[in-house]
């Protein structure tokens, strides 16, 4: 049913991305257009066993999938990184 619900106008949202993590900002590429966030925008990280959350707002997230890292060392080791990156100083 949710797939019902996504529009054709959407194919920008929904394309493929390409994103390089850099000491200041994020790099997004697509078919699209490009795209570049400053680490401080991020207000929150959150982690599941399977995705990483880097939220922009309340209800916006880049989310950045476990099966994009070719293990478990990879996955934890950019999360720490994110970590870094996101904390705040005090």
Known sequence: MIL???SR???TFYCQK???FGEDSILGE???GKSETRWTVFQKLARTRNHIFLYVGQGTAVVIP???FNNSTQFDEFYE???RKT???V
Request: hydrophobic share 30%.
């Open 4 to 6: 019902a619900m996504i």
């Open 9 to 11: 106008y959407n194919k």
């Open 18 to 20: 390409t994103l390089s």
């Open 30 to 32: 697509s078919e699209y």
């Open 66 to 68: 476990r099966r994009a």
């Open 81 to 83: 990184f994110c970590k």
């Open 87 to 89: 904390s705040r100083p």
